[in-house]
């Protein structure tokens, strides 16, 4: 028995069955661009009782082929699985039968189809509002974790090494000041030469130095130093962390019975909290240093006069409520960057995500803290 059926204009296939063995003798060119017919035709031909046990085919009148026959012969094969069907495929082309081997060594993901599908918008904003609220969740989870870990440091049950402490701290701190002192100084010439510009225009150049003093101490001189150390010291946080992930150095705490949590994050964390203070007053001696380069070099102030003006502007409670805020600030980058060295993935790739992610939170965090301040200040008159 013998049957022809032509799926496209420029190939088809001829289907011939002896006892128990289906032949199909493919013929014609099979390439993408001449493809117009539906394959489902030619499987609904085989889909007939009494079913074959085997498959064979026949390749002599085959002219050139593309991706166009292995997709057929891979609905061929998904044909015989679903029926338990044997396959000979030796009388296919040596090229076609190694790339069909080839691309059954590695099986389809299951999920891989899914992921094409096209989700509506609200779909999408619906998923990240869940994945919004499982990261939300699993940081107030580390910090509680944390926050129990500082209460065993207080009463001196926290197991880490002094020496990891001195190592974060000096990476923190005296490792820091140079780019701090870079940015800082920028920041305040930034700020001095936006004001001399509008302030010239009424003679009111001495309070170049109020803006400066009070705009730094209060709120730039914490946030840009807070925005520095994210950078720098947060994503190597969750590199570091990530890294011994990796090479489940963190698994071989947890077995020795060492909580990872006291002997890893504790150190870093105490380190960054006591430096970002420092950090910050420093931050605000340059800034204001550099406001005075834009105030003695291009509005003609007295160095001695700009500095007084400064000390007059700017209160005890600016200064300490911006030390207050970049205190918080540390603590909200080193446990960001914990939290995702913590939750990296068991590739390296996945340490540069780790990385990366820990900026973004970190800087999200910063900036969403200074608005609550911004807020509770004003309510208290501060």
Known sequence: ???????????????????????????????MRHRGGDVTRILSTLDVPPMPRRIAFESSDLGEWDSALLTFLERVAEFCRARRIEQDRAGLPPGVQRLLQLAETVPEKKDARAAESHESFVTRVGAATI????????????????????????????????????????????????????????????????????????????????????????????????????????????????????????DA??????????????????????????????????????????????????FTVFIHEVAYAVTMTDVIGGLFKGTVYGALIAISGCLRGFQCGNSSSAVGDAATEAVVMSIVLIVSACGVFAVIFNILGL
């Open 131 to 250: 994945e919004i609220s499982r990261s939300f969740d699993e940081f107030l989870d580390f910090f509680g974790r944390v926050t129990i870990a500082f209460w065993r440091l207080f009463r001196g049950k926290a197991r880490f090494r002094t020496s990891d402490l001195m190592i974060a701290i000096q990476d923190c701190g005296a490792n820091a000041l140079g780019i701090v002192t870079l940015i800082s100084y920028l920041v305040g010439v930034i700020l001095a030469f936006m004001g001399a510009v509008q302030l010239q225009k009424f003679g009111a150049q001495i309070y170049v130095a109020d803006l400066v003093g009070i705009g730094v101490t209060r709120d730039m001189g914490a946030m840009m130093t807070a925005i520095i150390m994210a950078g720098r010291t947060g994503a190597a946080f969750a590199a570091a962390l990530g890294t011994m992930k990796v090479t489940q150095e963190i």
């Open 253 to 302: 705490l947890a077995t020795m019975g060492i909580s990872p949590l006291e002997f890893l994050v504790l150190p870093r964390v105490v380190a960054l909290v006591l430096m970002m203070p420092l950090l910050c007053l420093y931050s605000d001696v340059v800034a204001i240093l550099g406001g005075a380069t834009i105030g003695v070099g291009m509005l003609g102030l007295n």
């Open 1 to 31: 028995m013998a049957s022809s059926i032509h799926i496209a204009p420029r190939h088809g296939v001829a289907v011939t069955r002896s006892g128990d063995t289906l032949t199909l003798h493919l013929s014609g060119e099979w390439l």
